[in-house]
C-alpha cells in the first residue's frame, strides 16, 4: 500500500543528529530507513482519549517520532484509572489527563510536538479538531463519542483506528472506507441501548489488555504513515487474553450504511443521543445525593434499591441496599413491594432511570432515581466511598 503521507510533505524534512541516533533502530530497518523516519515525522495523529487505549497508543506513536500528536479528552485522573491507563500515575491524581499526558509524552520524546484538545468531541467541534490530522486512533470508551468519531473519519476521508476492550477481550480494525473498507457502522448501524453493553467501568477490564489493544493500534497507523505492510482495512481483530487467541474475521462494506452506502443519509456530523438514556429525561422523577442523605436519616421506612452488577457492590455500596442488577430486574420484581417507596441508584444515573421505568410500567407509584448515582455520593456526600 502507498503511504497515507504524500511525499511532498515529507521529501524535505531532515532529521538531525539527535534525531538519526535516536531513531537508529528504525533507520536500519530496509523497509523503513531514512524516508520512513521523515514520513513519521511529518505525520499528524489525533488520538480521542486519553485513557486505557490512549495510554500506549500515544506513548508508542511519540516514541516512535510521529511528528504530531494531538490528544482528545476533558476528564481528570482519578484513582481507579491507574490499573491500566499508564500515561498517569499516583501523583496525577486530580489533574487533567492532558496534562499528565503532556508531561509524560515530553518525557518520552521532546522533539514531537503534543497539541491538546481539552473538551468533549462534539458535532461542533470535531471537523476542526481533526482538520490537520492525517489518522484518528478511536480511544473512546463511550457509544456516543465512538459512532461520532466514525462519521467524522468517514466524511473527512481519514482512517480511523479502531480498539474496543471489555474484561479480558479486545477488537482492532482500521476502518477506511476511502480505502476500499468499510466503516464502523457497516458493522453496527446504530449504538446499542444504554445498559444493554455494559462499559468497562461496570464491567471491568484486564489492566493489561488495553496495552495490548493500544500497541496493536499504534503499530496501524505506523504501518498506514508508512505505507508498508497490510493494514486492518476490512478485517477486524479479536483478542482473547485468557485464550491467548487472536481471530480474524473478515468485514464487507455495506451497500446500505447510513455513512458510507450508496446513498448516505448521514452527510453532516450530528451528536449521537442515545434514544433509551433516561437518565437526561426531565420526565422521570429523581433526587440528589443530598436528598437521598436526609432520607436515609429520617426514621420513615423506604427501599434503596441498588441495580449495580455484583461485582460492583464488591467496589462499593450504601448501607442498606437491596440489591438487583438491572438485567435481573424484570424476573425479580415480585421480592419488592410495590406499596413502599422506593429509592434506585446506579453508578451514575443511567441504569437507575431504566430500571426507575421498569417499576413504573409494573405499576410501582411511589419510585425515583437517585441523580448522579453512587459515584456523586463518593464526590459531594463521602470521599471514603471509592469512586471508579
Known sequence: MESIISPHRFTEIDLSPGERQRYARHLTIPDVGLDGQRKLKAAKVLCIGAGGLGSPVTMYLAAAGVGEIGIVDFDRVDLSNLQRQILHDTADVGKLKIESAVERLGAINPGVKVTTYETRLTSENAAGIAAPYDVIIDGTDNFETRYLSNDLAVLTEKPNVYGSIFRFEGQVSVFAPHLGGPCYRCL???????????????????????????????????????????????????????????????????????????????????????????????????????????????????????????????????????????????????????????????????????ALQILLDAGFEDVCHVKGGINAWSAEIDPTVPHY
Open 188 to 354: 453496527f448501524p446504530n449504538p446499542p441501548e444504554p445498559g444493554q453493553v455494559p462499559s468497562c467501568a461496570e464491567g471491568g477490564v484486564l489492566g493489561v489488555l488495553p496495552g495490548i489493544v493500544g500497541c496493536l493500534q499504534a503499530n496501524e497507523a505506523i504501518k498506514l504513515i508508512l505505507g508498508l505492510g497490510d493494514p486492518l482495512i476490512g478485517r477486524l481483530i479479536h483478542f482473547d487474553a485468557l485464550a491467548f487467541r487472536f481471530r480474524e474475521i473478515n468485514l464487507r462494506r455495506d451497500p446500505q450504511c447510513a455513512v458510507c452506502g450508496e446513498n448516505p443519509t448521514i452527510t453532516e456530523l450530528h451528536d449521537i443521543t442515545l434514544a433509551c438514556d433516561m437518565s437526561q429525561s426531565p420526565t422521570l422523577p429523581e433526587i440528589d445525593v443530598h436528598q437521598l442523605k436526609s432520607r436515609m436519616e429520617e426514621e420513615t421506612p423506604f427501599v434503596l434499591l441498588d441495580v449495580r452488577e455484583h461485582t460492583e457492590i464488591a467496589v462499593c455500596c450504601l448501607p442498606g441496599s437491596v440489591v438487583i442488577p438491572l438485567g435481573e430486574l424484570p424476573t425479580r420484581l415480585a421480592e419488592l413491594d410495590a406499596a413502599s417507596e422506593t429509592i434506585i441508584h446506579c453508578k451514575a444515573g443511567g441504569r437507575s432511570a431504566k
